[in-house]
Structures are given as C-alpha cells and as structure tokens.
Nanobody, 126 residues
Framework: QVQLVESGGGLVQAGGSLRLSCAASRRTFSSTPMAWFRQAPGKDREFAAVIWGSGGSTYYADSVKGRFTISRDNAKNTVYLQMNSLKPEDTAVYYC???????????????????WGQGTQVTVSS
C-alpha cells in the first residue's frame, strides 16, 4: 500500500476550474496506476479517471470526458486532476486511489484499489 494525500479542493462557480493534487509516498510511484474517484452525498463512490504508470495511458468516465484531465509528475510522486467547465453535479468529495497490480477489466471499480487518500471536497455553485 501507499500513503496518499489530496489537496486542491474548494468552492468554485459553475464553468470554473480547479486542479486537484495527490502526493504519494511509494518509491515505485512511477510504475503505479493512479486514479481519481468521487462521492456525492448519498451516492456510491464513482470512478472519474485513471492513469497508468508506464506510458501514462489514461481512461475517463463519460461524465468527465473532455472536461477533466488526469496527469502525473513522477519526479514529484504526484498525480493531478485538472477540472474545467465544472458543473454543480461535479460537487463531491474527490479521492485519489492506487493499486500496483491494477487490472484493466476492473479499473473503474473501487474495490480494485488498495490505497486511498482522505479525500478533498469540491463544491460547484450554480
């Protein structure tokens, strides 16, 4: 497992932007797939985006595709989520997750990940 610490959440108006950061403690960070999930009040935790270690391939949920961008800086052991054109329905607690041996078949499922951050609140006002 790896320790993950998110930052960058806050309150923003609809149409605005935020960038979330997730700092990881793992020495083998560069090869570890990293993902962002979100959870709105009363709803299940929902997959947003994932980035693989080698090559940096990415995959997005349809709900964020074209608006959110996941990236990583392996020199800083940090993964980012750039969120543009934010909507009120993006309001949620956003979590960073990691799993060294992630399967493509289950990459959108929360139980597939064994390391989670504490979450950061994102609130989008209309």
């Amino acid at each position: 497992q790896v320790q993950l610490v998110e930052s960058g959440g806050g309150l923003v108006q609809a149409g605005g932007s935020l960038r979330l950061s997730c700092a990881a403690s793992r020495r083998t960070f560069s090869s570890t797939p990293m993902a962002w999930f979100r959870q709105a009040p009363g709803k299940d935790r929902e997959f947003a985006a994932v980035i693989w270690g080698s090559g940096g391939s990415t995959y997005y949920a349809d709900s964020v595709k074209g608006r959110f961008t996941i990236s990583r800086d392996n020199a800083k052991n940090t993964v980012y989520l750039q969120m543009n054109s934010l909507k009120p329905e993006d309001t949620a607690v956003y979590y960073c997750a990691a799993r060294a041996s992630l399967s493509i078949a289950t990459m959108t499922s929360p139980p597939s990940y064994d390391s989670w951050g504490q979450g950061t609140q994102v609130t989008v006002s209309s």
